[in-house]
């Protein structure tokens, strides 16, 4: 990256453009075809809508309607005949693009025999109920969306059989636009968000260049589609309201080959009902929870599951029609609790590694809120069946749990996360308190995928690179590269996890916050991870101190090489959380494909929660964690929520001069590095693991021919025994040695052979290639070669040090790994890789 380039606002920005505060969507029910060999889904989208706060004139009230409030995207030219059209009428905004619609309309959800019994009961009730809107249908709607939690069956059956009613033949037609962010709709003649129809179908299929889906072929090169997320998360799956603060539940049916696996964020393990004759299956999710529609997740592929002991038949892909199991009846209606009788066991392995039945009585897992404040808080989000008012989920430390991949990787699927899961779960439940999802799916996905993991309600996405072993075709034995494989796929598992609590159950109110979700994700996964291997106090705290260092070091190395715009934790300072007058905004940033890459929001707010929890002490900051989970549970958040909390819950921080606005100027409001990280660095680098480290670097370096006056070097043949070291301390050897201006040949052969890099995880593979590229080591350039296929999620910088190097034998390995993999390569790592290679 450019150091000294300048972002450009209109084309980083990403724009909200739904009109939240006018109108809400409260729940969606999709019904969806997947069509994977013309890579398009076709389907609808029932939307039913509430009018928002202050909407009663259409003109709305919404926060940061001022000076200083982000500005709405401005229609382009081409929309000036819609907009010259509108005589005042009402219109509906939903976030969208890279999606044809082909028809709106109102649904009549006064014919459903069912609703009418909604009817009887507002006529029922008499004078004391509150105004209603004049349709019946708006009536009903209200109703329906206004039903208690513990009627939630009935609610989602009402919600099904309304998305089947025909088109209202009442009223005026519904006229839609779209635009290349948006889909707006009006009835003609409706001026208000009151009178606008509260049930729409929206028909629609999507292209198969929307950034929303990656349509691709998994390790088995078989067909699969599944959601990319950022950066513009599901506009291009469904029409919807993109902005966090439309917290809406949803429901969905999905149509797809019958071979094919539907994996979905839903709160019940969907069984598959086989459609008779026409070679597809069909599958079920909800949710009861609302959530922001940018979490909704979809994977369909020829996925198998990972169980203790893996058939024949699991490890061989199927043949295309067939799949194994009976068939089932459809249901008609949804009557699973989301917290009991799930419909499989959890499945734990035999091989574990990791005892996790002792955690709960681990004096780590008794957290003590006393002199925290009330330890009874209630529940302060809006109404669902919230597992934290469910006496059994506060024991239940290992929620149920699957593990999918294709079959090719399904025995290291089998030998190195299923034994991890249960162990990582309890320890998540010790440390956090109740699971806020009462199941998990946990899938690798193909190579082109862009991170190294993504969390989502029921479902955690793995890139492959998270798995250790030796590489196809070298002979591989059982899967993994023995217990050396566990540490980044045990601390990525537990990185996802945390993001149950911080990122899902609680959510960035301004998605420019992003540290409040990845900042403590990352601060948890070491915790976390270290209880699920149940270290000692002092092994976890040199565990701590190493990966602090490394982390040091690469925030230092990425602040220096980025631009300072996207250094800053929370970029819209004062304005953070404002929004236009009817709800829409700006993302900034958001679609700079280089932002994709970067860490400093994981890094510097790991940094953040590190300082903060110096002030007070470990498990007192952990005790306040519970506390803030418990208190903002089901809820969005704003950075002052927690450290406002924070400093009321110690007021002993702030009589030291600990303000909020010295955070925010300190740490959030500005780019760099603050001066209390600066400062505690130095005492990670003295540290026994750093010192072996150090130690084994000298010892290499007394093996490479001398680079200048003044070193002494070991004779030729002298034998050195090196020590074994942690995957963490290899990294760091890895880094210190690619500081030295030269490494011969003969010591980058043994480098290799010593440490068996080809078996490392990718963290330390990808160190061992910069060094092969440092140092022109043609031997290994296969390595290299291997690693832009298959570790996609970490390669994207790797092209450039090939480049840069202005080694014509070089640049032809960076051309060729591009053009093998561009096209099943994540759009915004393609876009960094074109510009560095072509």
Not at 464 to 476: A, K, N, P
Not at 608 to 637: C, D, M, P, T, W
Request: some cysteine.
């Amino acid at each position: 990256m450019d150091g000294d380039a300048d972002v450009d606002p209109g084309r980083d920005d990403l724009p909200l453009r739904a009109n939240t505060n006018h109108i809400l969507v409260r729940h969606y029910v999709l019904d969806l075809d997947i069509h994977l060999h013309t890579k398009v889904i076709t389907g609808t989208v029932v939307l039913f809508l509430e009018p928002g706060r202050g909407a009663g004139d259409g003109d709305g009230d919404g926060d940061g309607d001022g000076e200083g409030a982000p500005t709405p995207p401005q229609p382009s030219q081409t929309d000036d005949s819609w907009e010259d059209e509108s005589h005042g009428d009402f219109t509906l905004v939903l976030d969208c693009c890279d999606l044809t619609v082909s028809k709106v309309e109102e649904l009549d959800v006064t014919s459903v025999s069912d609703m009418q019994g909604l009817l009887k009961e507002v006529k029922g009730e008499g004078s004391g109920v509150e105004p209603q809107p004049d349709s019946q249908s708006a009536v009903l709607i209200q109703r329906l969306i206004s039903l208690p939690s513990t009627q939630w069956k009935k609610q989602h059956h009402l919600y099904f059989q309304c998305s089947h009613a025909p088109a209202s033949e009442g009223g005026g037609p519904l006229i839609f636009h779209t635009d290349r962010w948006s889909l707006q709709v009006r009835m003609s003649g409706v001026r208000t968000p009151q009178e606008f129809p509260r049930a729409l179908r929206v028909c629609y299929e999507t292209k198969p260049e929307g950034g929303s889906v990656r349509w691709t072929k998994d390790q088995d090169n078989r067909s699969c589609v599944y959601t990319a997320g950022s950066p513009i998360n599901n506009r291009a799956l469904f029409p919807c309201q993109e902005p966090p603060v439309a917290m809406s539940t949803w429901q969905a049916r999905v149509r797809a080959p019958r071979e094919c696996v539907v994996l979905l964020s839903g709160e019940k393990q969907a069984q598959p009902t086989h459609l008779h004759h026409t070679g597809l299956s069909s599958w079920d999710y909800y949710v009861t929870m609302p959530m922001p529609a940018s979490t909704f997740t979809l994977a369909v592929g020829c996925w198998r599951q990972a169980t203790a002991q893996l058939s024949t038949a699991q490890l061989t892909p199927p043949v295309q029609g067939t799949r194994a199991g009976a068939s089932h009846t459809h249901a008609g209606s949804l009557d699973l609790n989301p917290f009991t009788n799930m419909d499989h066991p959890v499945i734990t392995s035999p091989q574990s590694t990791l005892v996790y039945s002792g955690l709960k009585d681990e004096k780590h897992s008794e957290i003590d809120c006393s002199g925290l404040g009330d330890d009874n808080l209630t529940c302060c989000h809006v109404d669902y069946p919230c597992p934290f008012t469910d006496p059994s989920a506060w024991s239940q430390g290992v929620v149920p749990h699957r593990v999918f991949a294709p079959p090719s990787l399904l025995q290291k699927a089998q030998v190195q996360i299923l034994p991890l899961l249960p162990g990582c779960l309890a320890a998540a439940h010790a440390t956090l308190g109740v699971h806020p999802f009462p199941r998990l799916d946990v899938l690798i996905v193909p190579a082109g995928f862009s991170s190294l993991g993504m969390a989502s309600p029921h479902i955690i996405f793995l890139s492959q690179s998270v798995l250790c072993g030796e590489r196809e075709g070298d002979g591989e034995r059982d899967g993994v590269g023995g217990e050396r494989g566990l540490s980044l796929c045990g601390s990525r598992l537990c990185h996802e996890l945390s993001h149950s609590w911080f990122g899902l159950a609680i959510g960035a109110r301004d998605w420019t916050e992003e540290w409040i979700s990845e900042g403590f994700a990352t601060y948890l996964e070491d915790i976390i991870w270290a209880r699920a291997q149940q270290l000692s106090s002092k092994e976890t705290e040199g565990q701590s101190k190493l990966k602090a260092l490394l982390r040091w070091r690469r925030l230092s190395d990425e602040l220096q090489n980025s631009v300072e715009q996207l250094q800053i934790l929370r970029p819209n300072m004062e304005r953070t959380g404002q929004v236009s007058e009817s709800g829409s905004s700006l993302v900034k940033h958001a679609l700079n494909p280089e932002k994709t890459f970067m860490q400093v929001h994981y890094l510097k707010g790991y940094f953040l929660l590190r300082f903060l929890a110096s002030k007070v002490g470990q498990e007192r900051f952990l005790n306040f964690f519970r506390l803030f989970v418990k208190k903002y549970h089901g809820q969005l958040i704003l950075s002052q929520d927690f450290l406002q909390m924070l400093l009321e819950t110690f007021p002993d921080m702030e009589r030291q001069g600990l303000t909020l606005e010295a955070i925010y100027a300190d740490w959030l409001d500005r780019p760099g590095i603050p001066k209390w990280l600066c400062e505690r660095s130095a005492v990670w680098t003295q540290t026994r693991l750093v010192e072996e480290v150090k130690a084994e670097v000298v010892k290499w370096i007394g093996l490479s021919p001398s680079v200048g006056k003044g070193r002494k070097r070991k004779k030729a043949g002298l034998k050195v025994n090196f020590k074994e070291v942690t995957p963490e301390q290899l990294v760091l050897l890895l880094e210190l040695l690619l500081e030295e201006a030269e490494l011969s040949v003969t010591s980058l052969r043994r480098i290799q052979r010593t440490y068996d890099l080809q078996k490392q995880d990718a963290e330390v593979r990808h160190r061992w290639c910069e060094l092969v590229v440092k140092h022109k080591y043609a031997q290994a350039y296969g390595d290299v070669e291997h690693f832009l296929i298959h570790d996609q999620a970490m390669g994207v910088y790797l092209y450039g040090e090939l480049m840069v190097q202005e080694d014509s034998r070089q640049q032809a390995l960076a051309r060729r790994c591009l053009s093998l993999v561009q096209n099943e390569m994540d759009q915004s790592a393609r876009r960094v890789v074109e510009e560095m290679v072509l």
